[in-house]
Structures are given as C-alpha cells and as structure tokens.
C-alpha cells in the first residue's frame, strides 16, 4: 500500500514563495516517477510537474522557471519549491505517484495566494 502525504501549503501574498513536500511510504519510491498536480475551484485538476528516478525534470508550461520540483530518495520526499505566486496558482495541491495500472494521490494541501 502506497501512502502519500502533502505539506506545506499556506496563504501567501503575490510575489511570495512557498515550499511543498509529499512524503511517500513504501521501500521502492526511488524508481518512479513523481508528480504533483493542482486542482483550482471549478477547474479541473492539471498537471504541474513531475520528476524521475534520474532526476530529470518535467513542467507545466505556466509554472515553468518559477517552480522547482526535486526529491530525496533516501527520505522518500518531494518538493515543490514555488516562487514568484501568483493569483492564479491558488489551488489545493496533490502529490501523486502511478505504478502499474494504480493511481495514488495524497490527500491534497490548500496554497492560495491572496494579498
């Protein structure tokens, strides 16, 4: 069984930056590729970046040079480090990690970015 726990999320004002972490269970976290996504009110949940076992990067092109996806294999963590909010990347945020035919998402974080 595959858990996934997010942190992090918060009220930031216009400009400000934010750290998210998803915390992953299981001793073979290190082979797959990780993602996080977002869900705005309304919206439907899209994608914002991802990250493979090597390292290499994947992003959305909105959050493109202003967020940072990385992890810590040994910790089974993955960041999301976001500068530069704006308005509309309020949303609650969720990790997520397929293996096989298995969706898993974690229970989500609220970032809203308001002045």
């Known amino acids: 069984q595959v858990q996934l726990v997010e942190s992090g999320g918060g009220l930031v004002q216009p400009g400000g930056s934010l750290r998210l972490s998803c915390s992953a269970s299981g001793s073979i976290f290190s082979i797959y590729v990780m993602h996080w996504y977002r869900q705005a009110p309304g919206k439907q949940r899209e994608f914002v970046a991802a990250?493979?076992?090597?390292?290499?990067?994947n992003y959305a092109d909105s959050v493109k040079g202003r967020f940072t996806i990385s992890r810590d294999n040994a910790k089974n963590m993955v960041y999301l480090q976001m500068n530069s909010l704006k308005a509309e990347d309020t949303a609650v945020y969720y990790c997520n990690v397929n293996i096989g035919l298995m969706y898993y998402w974690g229970q989500g974080t609220q970032v809203t970015v308001s002045s």
């Open positions: 990250i493979a076992s090597s390292g290499s990067t």
